[in-house]
């Protein structure tokens, strides 16, 4: 069974400063990677994803993540947060024989202070 | 383009009663999905559609949810005799699997706000 862990209910951090959200996962094949952000009374928004090729991805609003076999991570990374990037941000996995079926983890809420 | 679409965007009813929620995806999407958010379970899969083929029905919770998709368009996910667990956010997403243009990712919709009362 696949599985995805998001350790951490909460993160803050001052804006400007580097943010960092992190996921690792479980899965008995290879791993299609996804990260979504929700903000206040809104569906998902895709972010970015990893699929096969570079192990770093680059997205949207100026994320990254790198996918790391060895540690089955695949954190969410940007150099400089905004305060407009305060939301509920959720990591996914699938697998390429049952694609479609994302399972997701638990979500983060990102907190950035002005 | 327009995005995915869902209606109605809230629905209260009567525990027992039967809902139909519906979702239009994005024109020229191929797979549509549906899942559950709740803050008890947080987001759950709940069935998908690829094309023609068969749909994955796996995440349906019981025998009480039923979706169909018809003209490989509109999709409607039936709840009947619901229940005050089904309270919950419905959201509908879609893709573009289709040969070269693969690209995996969903696009959701805003939900649809059910709570049986």
């Known amino acids: 069974a696949q599985s995805v862990a998001q350790p951490e209910d909460q993160v803050n951090v001052a804006e400007g400063n580097p943010l960092t959200v992190k996921c690792t996962y479980s899965v008995s094949g290879n791993p299609y990677l996804f990260w979504y952000v929700q903000y206040p009374n809104r569906g998902l928004q895709f972010l970015l994803k990893?699929?096969?090729?570079?192990?770093l991805v680059k997205g949207s609003y100026g994320f990254e993540a790198e996918f790391n076999k060895s540690q089955t991570s695949f954190h969410l990374k940007k150099p400089s947060a905004l305060v407009s990037d305060s939301a509920l941000y959720f990591c996914?996995?699938?697998?390429?024989?049952?694609?479609?079926?994302?399972?997701f983890g638990a979500g983060t809420q990102v907190v950035v202070t002005p | 383009g327009a995005g995915v679409s869902q209606s109605p965007s809230n629905k209260v009813t009567e525990k027992g009663k039967d809902v139909e929620l519906r979702c239009d995806p994005i024109s020229g999407h191929t797979a549509l999905y549906w899942y559950r958010q709740s803050l008890g379970q947080g987001l759950e899969f709940l069935i998908y559609f690829q094309g023609n083929s068969a749909p994955d029905k796996s995440g349906l919770p019981s025998d009480r949810f039923s979706a169909e998709r018809t003209g490989g368009s509109v999709s409607t996910l039936t709840i009947q005799r619901t229940q005050q667990e089904d309270s919950a956010v419905y959201l509908c997403?879609?893709?573009?699997?289709?040969?070269?243009?693969?690209?995996?990712?969903?696009?959701f919709g805003p939900g649809t706000r059910l709570t049986v009362t």
């Open positions: 990893y699929i096969t090729g570079d192990n």
């Open positions: 997403a879609s893709s573009l699997n289709r040969g070269a243009g693969s690209s995996y990712e969903q696009y």
């Open positions: 996914a996995v699938s697998l390429f024989d049952s694609w479609g079926k994302l399972q």
